[in-house]
């Protein structure tokens, strides 16, 4: 049908416009408007709906696409052949020592962090069943302030109900587990993001993208507190794959040190808070948009030394390692 803007039908004048019709679902539709006669109205509306596609299928306004439906993220493929990582037993009924220490971390605030994690369930013994991908906090007491815990974060599976519940990926700040609501999906591979930053004197910010790259997949959290991270702890560290040592036991009192069940690869770490988009650079190619504060795609028992070039290597405190992991 010819599109003009008036129309003769039927001895009476007919405008022609655009607007939402009631018949055509969340889209703008063609519509004829008779100066007079009512009946003509509702007629030639719906005839008009009808050649438009309104009240079906692909509705829309004329000569516009359907809208498309949002692509479903790709989860994380597995690591090439011959990639590396490690891999923690989850000391589910044992007690090694063997975590991945950085003893002069950057700053609490802001950070952003990039890990491959492939997470096995804590199902047997007798340990409490906590996990630790990593922590930035005290390297000792959890309640080194006053009795209160104070300037820590970190992001990893959190029993639910606790101690021995299933797991759920959380973010662990001040005292508190804020968590996802499911269990997580275990035996996959999982590329994760956390970004932290001060966003004024009495508010820092946290999120944690557990299934990047799908963005919904985040759990945020806000604080609202002067006295929060407002000075470091005694002993400020990164650590990796287990929660500190505190007289012979984890920060929360539990044998086991809160070991992580699974493989930790894949680690970036930047002092400096990264967009989304320098984030996909990153991930892609290492230093294409920032350069790393510390690097390690393929860690081994052996090798835990930064690939970044800038000289943060960590250490390992405890005699025990994890074992080593090789993609076939």
């Not at 090694?96 to 013994?125: C, H, L, M, N, Q």
């Not at 007491?141 to 606790?162: K, L």
């Not at 929360?252 to 493989?263: L, P, R, S, T, V």
Request: aromatic share 14%; with cysteine; proline share 11%.
């Amino acid at each position: 049908m010819k599109r003009a803007s008036a129309l003769l039908i039927a001895g009476g004048l007919w405008l022609r416009g655009t607007g939402r019709h009631a018949n055509v679902a969340s889209s703008d539709a063609t519509y004829w408007r008779p100066m007079g006669n009512l009946l003509l109205v509702s007629l030639i509306a719906s005839v008009l709906c009808a050649c438009s596609g309104g009240g079906g299928s692909g509705g829309g306004a004329p000569g516009a696409q359907a809208p498309s439906p949002s692509p479903t993220p790709t989860p994380t493929p597995p690591p090439p052949p011959g990639s590396t990582g490690l891999e923690w037993s989850g000391n589910e009924s044992t007690a090694f020592e063997r975590r991945i220490v950085f003893t002069s971390p950057f700053p609490i605030y802001p950070a952003t962090y990039v890990f491959s994690v492939f997470p096995r369930k804590k199902d047997t013994g007798p340990n409490p069943r906590y996990y630790t991908t990593f922590f930035w906090g005290n390297n000792g007491n959890f309640v080194w302030d006053g009795g209160n815990a104070n300037t820590y974060y970190g992001m990893h599976p959190y029993p639910i109900p606790a101690p021995n519940g299933p797991g759920q990926w959380e973010i662990s700040i001040r005292s508190n587990d804020f968590v996802t609501g499911s269990e997580v999906q275990w035996d996959r591979w999982y590329t994760q993001v956390i970004r932290v930053w001060r966003e004024s004197a009495s508010t820092t910010r946290h999120e944690f993208y557990w299934d990047w790259p799908d963005k919904t997949k985040l759990l945020q959290q806000t604080i609202d507190d002067s006295t929060w991270a407002a000075r470091n702890p005694p002993s400020p560290a990164i650590v990796v794959g287990q929660a500190p040592n505190f007289n012979g036991q984890s920060w929360g009192g539990y044998a086991g040190f809160e070991e992580y069940k699974g493989i930790i690869r894949g680690m970036q770490f930047y002092n400096s808070l990264l967009t989304l988009p320098q984030i996909d650079s990153e991930l892609a190619a290492p230093g294409s948009a920032v350069k790393p504060w510390y690097l390690n795609l393929n860690p081994t028992p052996a090798d835990i030394s930064d690939k970044s070039g800038s000289n943060h290597h960590p250490v390992w405190e405890g005699a025990d390692r994890p074992a080593l992991w090789t993609s076939p």
